[in-house]
């Protein structure tokens, strides 16, 4: 399986298997409707993990790896999901989250996020 990095596809390989990770439209809206938080937060969150490991929370990894998988892998489940999570480990599996949500949403990137967050508002004209 071969991912296309200009569709926001990034591959996470876990044993003898790759699994084909993508933010799409769709694993956006799902993930949304999964945490109940707009996609923003949701972003920002992950960019808090990567800062700082130590507020990680599992349940919004597994929840953001489980909305990835579902464009290439529709029957994984939360649960297997989660199973990836385990045997991948959560350093490989963080990274290729982060890949996979930059390329897909690089105006919605943590990073991205994170500066205009901080940046003051415009004035009017």
């Keep these: 399986m071969m991912a296309n990095p200009h569709r926001g596809q990034t591959p996470l390989t876990v044993g003898e298997n790759t699994y084909l990770l993508s933010l799409s439209m769709n694993a956006m809206c799902s993930l949304e ?10 972003l920002l969150e992950l960019d808090v993990i990567e800062k700082n490991p130590l507020n990680m929370r599992l349940s919004l990894l597994r929840s953001v790896l489980w909305a990835m998988l579902q464009d290439h892998q ?12 385990e045997v991948a480990g959560l350093e490989e599996a963080s990274k290729a989250i982060m890949v996979a949500s930059t390329i897909a949403m690089p105006m919605l990137s943590p990073t991205a996020a994170r500066s205009r967050a901080a940046r ?5 004209g």
Excluded: V
């Design 120 to 124: 003051p508002p415009e004035a009017g």
């Design 74 to 85: 529709p029957a994984a489940g939360i649960r297997d999901a989660g199973d990836i999570l």
């Design 33 to 42: 409707a999964h945490l109940n938080l707009p996609i923003f937060k949701i």
